[in-house]
């Protein structure tokens, strides 16, 4: 492998561009025309994973469990970015919680999903649960 790819491979791989258009999220790539569309309610995750020389990429974890990484950016921008498109990510339905935990020292996403119903008691595990923050 030469050096040129290494570098692609290392740190400009990836999309540059995300975009929510109607229902939904475009990954622009380097390459024009290179482009990843997902339904945004196949989105089941978004995250900051660290990268090379203090840089992060974002990462968006498709329901199908496939992974669309970004390229190498600074972690403020990559925060922020995260930030903005879990806020346009689609509520989950009433009735329905979605916890995530990002586990220290782990860059996976753990995303879990149950009904609670609105009678739950005091002791059932739904309200334990959405008493979590």
């Not at 790819?5 to 990836?14: C, I, K, P």
């Not at 790539?29 to 997902?38: D, H, W």
């Not at 990462?59 to 930030?83: K, M």
């Amino acid at each position: 492998m030469g050096p040129v790819v290494m570098v692609y491979a290392s740190s400009l791989s990836g999309f540059y561009d995300a975009r929510i258009e109607g229902t939904m999220v475009r990954l622009h790539y380097l390459f024009p025309g290179v482009v990843a569309e997902i339904p945004i309610g196949e989105v089941t995750g978004v995250s900051a994973i660290p990268a090379i020389r203090g840089r992060q990429r974002l990462q968006i974890v498709a329901r199908s469990g496939r992974r669309f990484e970004s390229a190498t950016w600074h972690p403020a921008a990559i925060a922020q970015s995260a930030a903005r498109l879990k806020e346009l990510l689609p509520k989950p339905a009433p009735g329905r919680l979605r916890v995530q935990n990002i586990l220290s020292g782990c860059s996976d996403l753990v995303t879990i999903s149950m009904w609670c119903p609105a009678s739950a008691g005091p002791r059932d595990p739904c309200r334990a649960i959405q008493s979590i923050d």
